[in-house]
C-alpha cells in the first residue's frame, strides 16, 4: 500500500475544504507541506517576515470572505506571526495558522527552536489551538478547525504540527479525509422580535442603520439595500460593510464617525438597527457622541455575548444579519412607512457642511501636500472596483473621510487591536484573493516601516499592487498626542526616507510626489503600468484628522 506523510495528509485536507491558496514563509519543520502543495498545485505566497504572512491570510479572508492559512515554522517563525493571531482574533477574521514545531522525540533537549509552548501561548487569542500529535489524526483535526475558524463568530485558529508528525508516514487507505468539512452557520431571529423590531423603526422619527462587519460577513447586501429603500432609513457603515450600500446611493450617511455631525437638537438618531456591529471603539463605547443615549437600539448579532455588553439594547436579536433583514423585509411589505425627507436632508446637510468644513485643505498650492488633498486625489483617481487597505493610525483615517466603494468588503483597515505595519501584508493577501482587481494600499511612513521588505514580494509574485505612502516623517499620531497634552515632541520624528527609492531597489516601481497636482495622474499611471508601485507622497504633519481628534476628544 502506498505511504503518504502527514504533510501530504494536511494538504490533501486543506484542499478538501476548499484551501486554493496558502501564505507562508519555509522552514525545514515545514518542508513536507511545501512538497505536498507543489505536488498538487496548490500556490504558497511566500512572504519575507511571517507577520506579514499571517496579515496576507487575513487580508485574503477579509476580502474574499473565506477561510486564510498561514504557514509559519517553528520557534520565532510562530512569535514573529502573533500579532498577527491577536488581531485576527480581536476581528473575528477566519484564519488558519499552521505551526511548525519541534519533534516530539526532541521534547526537553534544549533542541534547536522549541522550548517554548505554542499552543499555550496562542491559547488566550485564539477560538481554538491545539497540537496534532497522532499522523492518522490530522485529516480529523484539520476539519475540525476549519469548521471552527469558519463557524459564527468566526476567528482565528492554530494548529500546532511537530516535525515527526508532519514527517511520518501512514498507509493511505488507513485515514480517511472528511466529506463535509465546513458548516454554514446562520442563526434565524424569532418573530416575536421582528414584530417589535419593525414597531420601533417605524415609529422612529429619525432612525438609522448601523452596518458592521458582522452584516459583511453574512452576505446581505442586497437585503441591505431592499429594506434602506423600502422604509427611507439612511445607512452608515465601517469596515468591510463600506459598499453592503454605495456611497452613492442617496441613503447613505458615511462612516460610523460621520453621525458625530447630527448633532443639533432634533437632528440625532432615536432608533438604530445595528447589524453585525461591535459595540466599542468605533461607536466610542457607550458614548452617546454618535448614538445617543436615549436612542433605541435594536442589536442584530451572531454573538450574544456582544449584546448589551456595552450599553442597553431595546430589542436583542442573537442572529445573523441576512437572516435578520430578510424576515424584516418579509414583514416590511405588508405596511406603510413614513416619508423621511426630512431626515434624509439632514444626513445629507451633514455630509456637505463637513465636506465644506475640510474644503479649504484642497486649495493648497504650496508644498508640503495637505494629507486631505492626497487622500482626494487618491479616491478621484481609483477604478471604482479598487480594494483599498489603510494602514496607519492617522493615514486611514483621512482616507476615511473620503472613500466611496460600490462594492463591499472593498476597505479594509484598521480593527480593535490597533496594529499598524499590516498594510503591504493585508494587500498581499487581498491581490491573491481578487487578482484581476485593483488594489491600492494607503500606509503612514511608519507603517511602512514595519514590514517593508514585502515589496520584493509583491515583485517576485508580480502582485500589481499600489502603494502610497503618505510621508510626513513623523509618527504623526504620536506626536499630536504629546502636542495635546502639552509635552515636548520627543521620540516620534521620523527622517525623510525614500521609500520609493527602497521599493525600486526591492524590484518594484517608485516616485516621489511633492505636488498635489501630481498625485492623482501618478496613480492611474501606476494602474495602468499593472507593477507594483510605490508612490512617497510628501505631506503636511500638522492636520489633524477630524476622527482622530473626535477619539481624543473623548479622553480629554
Keep these: ?50 507577520v506579514a504572512a499571517g496579515h496576507a491570510a487575513e487580508g485574503y479572508a477579509r476580502a474574499a470572505r473565506r477561510l486564510g492559512v498561514a504557514l509559519v515554522t517553528a520557534g520565532p517563525g510562530f512569535t514573529n506571526c502573533i500579532t498577527s493571531l491577536a488581531n485576527a482574533y480581536l476581528d473575528r477574521t477566519p484564519v488558519l495558522y499552521i505551526s511548525g514545531s519541534a519533534a516530539l522525540r526532541d521534547a526537553e533537549t534544549n533542541t ?17 489551538a491545539h497540537a496534532i500529535t497522532v499522523p492518522a489524526q490530522i485529516p480529523r483535526l484539520v476539519a475540525h478547525a476549519v469548521r471552527v475558524a469558519t463557524s459564527a463568530p468566526t ?31 446562520r442563526p434565524a431571529p424569532s418573530a ?21 462587519a458582522g ?19 439612511p445607512v452608515f457603515s465601517d469596515f468591510q460593510a463600506h459598499g453592503l450600500l454605495p456611497s452613492d446611493h442617496p441613503l447613505y450617511g458615511g462612516t460610523f464617525h460621520k453621525l458625530a455631525d447630527l448633532g443639533a437638537p432634533g437632528s440625532r438618531p432615536d432608533v438604530a438597527l445595528a447589524l453585525g456591529v461591535r459595540f466599542g471603539l468605533f461607536t466610542l463605547g457607550s458614548s452617546d457622541r454618535l448614538v ?55 444626513v445629507a446637510d451633514a455630509r456637505t457642511a463637513r465636506r465644506a468644513r475640510l474644503s479649504e485643505a484642497l486649495q493648497r498650492s504650496a508644498p508640503p501636500i495637505h494629507p486631505y488633498q492626497a487622500v482626494s486625489a487618491i479616491v478621484d483617481a481609483i477604478p471604482d472596483n479598487t480594494i ?65 521588505a514585502e515589496f520584493d514580494t509583491l515583485a517576485r509574485h508580480r502582485l500589481p499592487v499600489v502603494v ?23 521620540g516620534t520624528r521620523l527622517s525623510d526616507a525614500r521609500y520609493d527609492e527602497v521599493a525600486r531597489g526591492l524590484g518594484c516601481e517608485g516616485r516621489r510626489i511633492v505636488d498635489a497636482k501630481e498625485l492623482a495622474p501618478a496613480v492611474r499611471q501606476a494602474f495602468a503600468s499593472g507593477k507594483p508601485t510605490c508612490l512617497n507622497v510628501e505631506i503636511d504633519v500638522a492636520p489633524m484628522p477630524p476622527e482622530l481628534a473626535l477619539l481624543a476628544s473623548r479622553h480629554s
Design 292 to 346: 445617543p443615549a436615549a436612542a433605541k437600539v435594536i442589536h442584530v448579532e451572531v454573538d450574544p455575548k456582544e449584546i448589551g455588553k456595552l450599553r442597553d439594547v431595546s430589542v436583542a436579536i442573537p442572529a445573523d444579519s441576512r437572516e435578520t433583514l430578510r424576515a424584516l423585509l418579509a414583514k416590511a411589505r405588508t405596511q406603510r412607512w413614513p416619508d423621511r425627507a426630512a431626515w434624509h436632508k439632514s
Design 192 to 212: 416575536d422580535r421582528i414584530e417589535e423590531a419593525l414597531r420601533l423603526l417605524a415609529e422612529g422619527q429619525r432612525p438609522i442603520i448601523l452596518a458592521g
Design 215 to 233: 452584516a459583511w460577513q453574512a452576505d446581505c447586501a442586497a437585503e441591505l439595500r431592499a429594506f434602506a429603500e423600502l422604509t427611507g432609513i
Design 468 to 490: 502610497v505612502v503618505m510621508n510626513n516623517r513623523s509618527w504623526a499620531a504620536s506626536q499630536h498626542f504629546q502636542e495635546m497634552i502639552g509635552n515636548p515632541v520627543t
Design 155 to 185: 476567528g482565528p485558529v492554530l494548529l500546532d504540527m511537530p516535525m515527526d508528525v508532519l514527517t511520518a508516514t501512514v498507509e493511505e487507505d488507513s485515514v480517511h479525509i472528511p466529506e463535509t468539512i465546513g458548516v454554514d452557520t
Design 112 to 128: 534547536l527552536q522549541a522550548g517554548i509552548d505554542q499552543v499555550a501561548i496562542a491559547r488566550p487569542i485564539a477560538k481554538w
Design 1 to 50: 500500500m502506498a505511504q503518504i506523510t502527514g504533510g501530504e495528509l494536511l494538504v490533501r485536507t486543506l484542499a478538501r475544504a476548499g484551501v486554493e491558496t496558502v501564505f507562508g514563509l519555509h522552514g525545514a519543520h515545514l518542508e513536507t507541506i511545501f512538497q505536498a502543495c507543489a505536488a498538487r498545485r496548490i500556490p504558497i505566497v511566500d512572504t519575507r517576515h511571517e
Design 388 to 452: 483599498v487597505v489603510g494602514d496607519g493610525a492617522e493615514a486611514y483615517h483621512w482616507m476615511n473621510e473620503v472613500i466611496r466603494q460600490k462594492h463591499p468588503g472593498s476597505y479594509i483597515t484598521h480593527g480593535f487591536l490597533g496594529a499598524v505595519g499590516f498594510g503591504l501584508g493585508l494587500a498581499i493577501g487581498a491581490q491573491t484573493a481578487h487578482p484581476k482587481r485593483p488594489v491600492l494600499c494607503l500606509a503612514g511612513d511608519g507603517a511602512i516601516g514595519f514590514t517593508i
